[in-house]
């Protein structure tokens, strides 16, 4: 018997019957075995964990540990996790290495008595107290500069969510800033149109968020606003927010704050922007875009390719650990009586229908990094870290064969910028970034 090589084929290349009939044979065992299940209704469809065949229990009679620890946020479906193929599984290696930073952290939270707080914070340095005793420049430097306006608009280039902000060419009607509002922090000799017109002038709008529900927690109604937040570009570089509204509708109950405000009106102001970008971010830039369409692609990949198709043998590897973490993810955060549920104003309905909103009107377009850049007019904005470490990679993507050699010159020239950074932005340094979907 001779073994087939490990060269990639396609239907083409194979003219043998046996060999054609071992590829239609190939996919309808797969696609019997990874079934497509609904998760919310307009969302990616994910692998139906529960049809996969449990392993015979040795000992019936003994009851089994579900994941559960009475108390802590920790509920992981093992019943179902463990039932997953030996390829998409985690390694013994890097479970331990999951539950080890996992299981410190909750356990930290329980003694700190987060976990079961029910009451809001009194002073803001209490924030302080959730974070880690393990510290790094980065949140150090948070830690000293949040409250800044030149680090509130730094965070729309190079912080959790970088997609958000475009170039404004024209005020929205429904944000009816006017010249004299904004005259004193655009400079001398220049205007609220000049500054248009030169491209200096940005907005980030959360107008999904508008109508969301939210939820009870606590016994007490919870909140959230869809804010737009106009920004300036000024003579130093710096990208600042000079105007805030918390609302799509302006009207007399919803005032635009300014940075001559009060000190606590405008803290408080950028700290519900700051609210309205966790959960775009949280719920659409990474559940949905990094899991859940992860998911399905990966899904996708399994059911229609044999595993000797040039694509199979491409792209597998970058699917490595999705179906597992979005599984843990389904198990701890988006279960009923999860994280998400517990702590979030929004709960599982509101994330849910935020997801589904911004998929309704997502294109192939949007997902090509160039274009977006281009679309949302911030192709030449200085300090956008972000975008430049985007499309290098982007670009090396183009010669498979140079592509190895080609992130490792990307990781070196990020980590030479970075030294001349008081804050280091490695988000995007190959050297970080596991093989998985996310590269």
């Not at 179902?80 to 930073?101: G, H």
């Not at 409250?147 to 944000?175: H, M, W």
């Amino acid at each position: 018997m001779e073994a087939g090589d490990r060269q990639g084929k396609t239907t083409a290349d194979d003219c043998l019957p046996i060999l054609l009939e071992h590829r239609r044979e190939e996919i309808r065992a797969k696609q019997d075995f990874y079934r497509w299940r609904v998760f919310v209704p307009g969302l990616p469809n994910y692998v139906h964990i529960p049809s996969y065949r449990p392993p015979a229990r040795r000992n019936p009679n003994r009851p089994e540990w579900n994941g559960h620890i009475p108390g802590f946020p920790i509920l992981i479906n093992f019943k179902a996790t463990r039932f997953l193929d030996l390829n998409l599984r985690y390694s013994f290696i890097k479970t331990a290495s999951f539950f080890f930073r996992l299981g410190p952290m909750a356990l930290r939270f329980k003694l700190r008595g987060f976990v079961d707080c029910k009451r809001s914070w009194k002073r803001l340095k209490d924030i302080k107290k959730v974070f880690p005793a393990y510290k790094t420049t980065v949140s150090e430097y948070v830690a000293e500069h949040w409250a800044e306006d030149s680090f509130f608009g730094y965070q729309y280039l190079n912080g959790i969510n970088p997609s958000v902000i475009r170039r404004c060419t024209r005020i929205p009607d429904k944000f009816p800033v006017t010249d004299d509002m904004v005259a004193p922090f655009l400079g001398e000799g220049t205007c609220l149109q000049a500054e248009l017109e030169k491209g200096n002038i940005y907005l980030a709008d959360y107008r999904i968020l508008e109508g969301i529900p939210t939820v009870e927690l606590n016994g007490q109604k919870q909140h959230q606003c869809a804010p737009l937040c106009l920004l300036h570009l000024n003579a130093e570089g710096n990208l600042m927010p000079i105007a805030i509204q918390l609302s799509q509708t302006p009207g007399p109950n919803c005032p635009i704050f300014l940075p001559n405000d009060s000190e606590w009106d405008w803290l408080l102001a950028k700290t519900w922007v700051r609210n309205a970008e966790f959960y775009y971010h949280e719920a659409i830039a990474h559940l949905l875009g990094s899991h859940l369409i992860g998911e399905a692609f990966c899904l996708a990949v399994l059911r229609q390719l044999p595993m000797c198709h040039p694509l199979y043998k491409l792209l597998v590897p970058h699917t490595r650990y999705t179906i597992q973490i979005n599984s843990i993810g389904r198990a701890i955060l988006l279960n009923e009586g999860g994280l998400t549920a517990r702590a979030t104003s929004l709960g599982l309905k509101g994330i849910a229908e935020l997801m589904a909103r911004y998929l309704s009107e997502m294109t192939y377009e949007s997902c090509y990094p160039p274009n977006d850049f281009v679309e949302r007019g911030v192709q030449d904005l200085p300090g956008y870290y972000y975008r430049d470490d985007c499309l290098a990679v982007w670009d090396a993507l183009e010669s498979m064969e140079t592509f190895r050699q080609r992130l490792a010159q990307i990781s070196h020239n990020i980590r030479q910028r970075n030294k001349c950074l008081p804050i280091p932005y490695y988000y995007l340094d190959p050297v970080l970034i596991e093989n998985s979907i996310s590269i």
